[in-house]
């Protein structure tokens, strides 16, 4: 640890790189979605869906580490382009569930080459594609590190 003054420098914070990238990797993505009229968090939600098929709403929060109160308005808003419905659970009335209908499931061919798109975005001579799969290893090992440390 830097103890010469520099630690408050914001080249030596963890937190700017990780923001910065976010947020213009983020800008990437909503470029490519607009075609498609979606959204990069509307986005991450059918990515779920697509992956694992109906879940519920808690299931979705808990996959994209957000709230549900952040989660509701996603879906709702996919559900006003019909590309998703919410139904309540027939085993437990509490639980609603999320299910693609076939215009949910019809635009997952539209995004495919998203992340090709993506990760073409991040190379160069300067970037690796090694380097690019190492650093979201690395990252979502951060992730889990950080939520574990939440739940203690």
Sequence with gaps: ?????????????????????????????????????????????????????????NEVCQKLLLASNTVTPLLKRLEEKQLLVRKRSDDDERVVKILLTEKGVALKQSVAQIPHKIVDS????SVSLEEIVSLQK?????IDLLNRKQLE
């Design 138 to 142: 690395t990252l979502f090992k951060l």
């Design 1 to 57: 640890m830097n103890t010469d003054g520099t630690e408050l420098f914001l080249e030596n914070q963890l937190c700017f790189p990780l923001y910065a990238a976010s947020r213009l990797t983020t800008q990437i993505y909503n470029e490519l979605l607009k075609e498609v009229e979606l959204t990069y968090p509307q986005y991450l939600v059918l990515l779920v869906l697509w992956q694992h098929g109906s879940l519920s709403v």
């Design 122 to 125: 991040f190379k160069d001579d």
